[in-house]
């Protein structure tokens, strides 16, 4: 297994793919990587290349970074959590628009929305009649998106935590990237984040977030499709009057199965 203290701007390069940093700058990277050879990373098994080291995937990651201007996908999220016997089992839609809209809409069982914009968090819960709207201004420093595992900022990411590429992903296709905390006081909430990278892609396909306490966060993306028409329609949420909207930023954690 390979070992990488990555660079900050690495960290948020990946991330950024993954939703979590949307809202903040994209950026290339700046890792004195082996150039990616042009060969497929797949063979006819379906197995990614065993041969890419860490630098060349990150470096793949770099070159869809600077091509990708829209996601869309569909997710499954697995929650296994110690108070509770059988896991929480969500499903929902994840829109991105370059360089930082983001509408992650849980479907079912309970439907819950939250848009990202360039100056704004919005999140709602229709069942509740309950919305948040926050300038994300407030965000600056703080943990936003804590079951993706964002403890940090992005810079603070490359400060604490190493990345390693596993010897064998256990998803057949991908290179499994596994994110290590490197100091205490981060290890004392986060033991573990996992990516897997599809290896036709190069974008995520799942991402496991591990909680010190045990408790974890799984997230499947499935018939994810980049750089396609995304209405701006999408990142505008047009709340009923009957809603109570606050200014207070609660995260995940409001109501029934949230965060």
């Known amino acids: 297994m390979s070992i990488l203290r990555v660079p900050t701007r690495v ?25 990616a050879d042009e060969t497929a990373s797949h063979d006819r098994s379906g197995k990614s290349d065993p041969t890419l080291s860490l630098e060349q995937v990150l470096a793949r990651f770099d070159d869809k970074q600077k091509t990708t201007n ?11 959590l110690k108070l509770l016997e059988e896991p929480v089992v969500s499903q ?25 914009t360039e100056d704004r968090y919005t999140a709602y819960y229709p069942a509740l009649k309950r919305a948040e709207e926050v300038p994300i201004k407030k965000f600056v420093g703080k943990r936003l998106f804590r079951f993706l595992g964002v ?5 603070d990411l490359g400060k604490y935590y190493d990345f390693a590429l596993a010897d064998e992903s256990d ?8 994110l290590t905390p490197r100091k205490k006081k981060l290890r ?7 990516i897997w990278v599809d290896g036709e892609s190069f974008l995520p396909s799942r991402l496991q977030y591990v909680e010190a306490d045990g408790d974890t966060t799984l997230l499947a993306f499935t018939g994810m499709k980049s750089n396609i028409e995304v209405s701006a329609r999408r990142f505008m949420l047009d709340l009923p009057q009957d809603v109570v909207v606050s200014q207070t930023f609660n995260g995940f954690s409001l109501g029934q199965r949230s965060f």
């Open 92 to 116: 929902g839609e994840f829109f991105y628009t370059r360089p930082n809209q983001v509408r992650w809409e849980y479907l079912d069982p309970d439907r819950k929305v939250f848009v990202i």
């Open 151 to 155: 403890g940090q900022s992005i810079e």
């Open 11 to 35: 960290i948020g390069l990946v991330l950024a793919i993954c939703v979590v940093a949307a809202s903040l700058p994209g950026a290339a990277s700046n890792l004195h990587a082996t150039p």
């Open 188 to 194: 004392d909430r986060v033991a573990e984040m996992k």
């Open 171 to 178: 998803v057949p296709g991908t290179y499994l990237l596994l």
């Open 70 to 80: 829209t996601l869309v996908a569909s997710f499954t999220e697995h929650k296994e």
